[in-house]
T-cell receptor
């Protein structure tokens, strides 16, 4: 079956702009999580959505927001971009049931560069 | 807070050498533990996981045992190959959803022929 897809794969923006990233989960998965990966901070959890509701949230400012649609596709938005927002943004999907066999599958990521 | 600490890299080994990457955790609850791998130019892939104490996760010759008494989940492989060159991440999650992983900083492994 098709994996997690993320669009766009690469993005260049300037400070102060806003950006929207998209994630399409594996068919049947209802949980979508977002992570930020940087060389300095490593992989950090942003938020998780399950059935259109935010279920968990990491320690990021309010400029970072997300949503999930009824088909489980998710978007994240970053407003008023800062240089430090340059990162690889990873999306992961899972069934979201938390069972022993439930596993997060990651997409290839969106590389955001803020100039 | 909850956290994962793994050994600093990079780690350079010769083919067929024994690999250990140390991982310890701090958690307020009873976590599930994971090892993810990121090959060059690719996304994160789950390598193995363990959801309760003394569980052993294994995949592709890699193994890790959930040790509650030492709060550890060390990754081992008896004989590494050049194709194992990648960045390895230890991670944990608390609660049932498994949707909010807490990652270690990652350990880059290079295997030389």
């Amino acid at each position: 079956k098709a994996g997690v897809t993320q669009t766009p794969r690469y993005l260049i923006k300037t400070r102060g702009q806003q950006v929207t990233l998209s994630c399409s989960p594996i068919s049947g998965h209802r949980s979508v999580s977002w992570y930020q990966q940087t060389p300095g901070q490593g992989l950090q959890f942003l938020f998780e959505y399950f059935s259109e509701t935010q279920r968990n949230k990491g320690n990021f400012p309010g400029r970072f927001s997300g949503r999930q649609f009824s088909n489980s596709r998710s978007e994240m938005n970053v407003s008023t971009l800062e240089l430090g927002d340059s990162a690889l943004y990873l999306c992961a999907s899972s069934f979201g049931t938390g069972g022993r066999t439930d596993t997060q599958y990651f997409g290839p990521g969106t590389r955001l560069t803020v100039l | 807070g909850d956290s994962v600490t793994q050994m600093e890299g990079p780690v350079t080994l010769s083919e067929e050498a024994f690999l250990t990457i140390n991982c310890t955790y701090t958690a307020t609850g009873y976590p599930s533990l994971f090892w993810y791998v990121q090959y060059p130019g690719e996304g994160l892939q789950l390598l193995l996981k363990a959801t309760k104490a003394d569980d052993k996760g294994s995949n592709k010759g890699f193994e890790a045992t959930y040790r509650k008494e030492t709060t550890s989940f060390h990754l081992e492989k008896g004989s590494v190959q050049v194709s194992d060159s990648a960045v390895y991440f230890c991670a944990l999650t608390l609660g049932g959803s498994q949707g909010n992983l807490i990652f270690g900083k990652g350990t880059k492994l290079s295997v030389k022929p």
